[in-house]
Structures are given as C-alpha cells and as structure tokens.
C-alpha cells in the first residue's frame, strides 16, 4: 500500500487541502502574509514524510525534486536565492547540501520558520530565521535564513580550539511568490484525497474531494 494511502497519508492531505482553502479564503484580509506564514510552518511540519515517500515518476516527485532555475516556478525562482554555500562533507548529511530543488528549500524554510531566532540583516553573521523586506511600508519579501554553526549570540561556533565554517542558505521571496508557494504546495499534498488519482495529474484544489472526519 502507498504511504498517501494510509491513513496517516490521509490525515495529512486533509491538512493541505484545508490549510489552501483558508489560505484562498483570507487572500485578501489584512494580515495575510502573517496568516501565509503560520499555514506554511504547519504545512511544511506535518507534511515532510508525505513528501519523502512520493513515488519516482509521479507528478508530485517532479514538483519537489526537479531543478530550480531562473523561470518562477511554484513561486521560487533561483534568482531569488541571495546566497547558499551549504555543502556537504564527512560529518554531516547530504540534506545539508546545496538547495537545488524545491523540496532542498522547504526543508530550509521549514527550519527558518521552525526555528526561528532574531534575524537582523547587518549581522555579519546571520542566525535562523526569517523577516521581511519593505517597499513603501509595505511587505515586498519573506527573507528565510537557514545558518549553521551561529550561535544565539550571533558568533561563530568554536569547537577543540576552532571556528566552525559558516554556511548560509538565504532566499528571498516575493509576497505574491510565497502565496503561489503555499498554495502550489497545498494542492499538491492534497491530491490523495482523490481515490482514483494514480499520481499522473493535477486536480485543482477546489475539485478535490472535500476531506472526511480527519
């Protein structure tokens, strides 16, 4: 049986597809960007197994593990990435690479968002977290930072006598780019609430089956 087809699969599609119906709904509220951002922390930490364990093949798998590049796409684009000098190496896992694909990002994002400290931009050295950018006093971008080895008190982490190397992921997303993000992200998990969906297509969020007693 396929993981989505569990019923802990379930219980998570059902999350994506009310986490993008209120997301869809509360578009144009007031505080929308503060709501975008509390829906794709849940999102992303209740879902990262059921994206894990999409098939080789599905439409889903292409979505996450496919490529950034510079076309927008899912609401990232590359451009958008200000820095990323993860690397991987002997004591640490691959996740810790390069952000090449989407789902590299989310599991930065969801760190940002998860773990979130003070972020102030003039540091020399950035901690984890996020804020935003303004143009007009208004939001213009989400900046998600993903640190390693910075401590709280924004220093560099010293072990057996030496610094650690500082490695940065940072990328900045326009307000509309992390909507379409969401949303995109929302109709994707939700698919499994379609009992004849074979992983091959897309149905629209709104089309889906509206989810049972989860």
């Not at 390069?98 to 400290?117: G, M, Q, W, Y």
């Not at 020399?124 to 996020?130: A, K």
């Not at 900046?143 to 924004?154: D, K, L, M, W």
């Amino acid at each position: 049986m396929q993981y989505h087809e569990t019923e802990p699969g379930q219980i998570r599609a059902a999350l994506a597809q009310r986490t993008g119906l209120i997301a869809a709904n509360e578009y144009d509220g007031e505080h929308e960007v503060t709501l975008w951002i509390c829906l794709l922390q849940t999102l992303l930490t209740q879902c990262q197994e059921l994206i894990k364990k999409i098939d080789v093949g599905q439409c889903p798998k292409e979505m996450f593990f496919s490529p950034i590049t510079e076309d927008v796409v899912h609401g990232v684009s590359k451009s958008y990435i200000a820095e990323d000098n993860f690397k991987p190496n002997s004591r640490v896992k691959d996740t810790w690479s390069k952000r090449d694909n989407l789902f590299k990002v989310l599991e930065s994002i969801r760190n940002a968002l998860c773990h979130p400290n003070s972020v102030d931009l003039s540091h020399d050295y950035l901690q984890t977290g996020y804020t935003a950018l303004y143009k007009d006093k208004r939001i213009d971008k989400i900046v998600f930072i993903h640190s390693q080895n910075v401590n709280r008190y924004g220093k560099l982490d010293v072990i057996d006598g030496k610094e650690q190397p500082y490695r940065l992921f940072r990328i900045e997303i326009p307000k509309d780019g992390l909507f379409d993000l969401l949303m995109d992200i929302c109709e994707m998990l939700a698919q499994p609430l379609n009992n004849e969906w074979n992983g091959n297509y897309v149905t629209p969020l709104t089309e889906l089956p509206r989810a049972g007693n989860y």
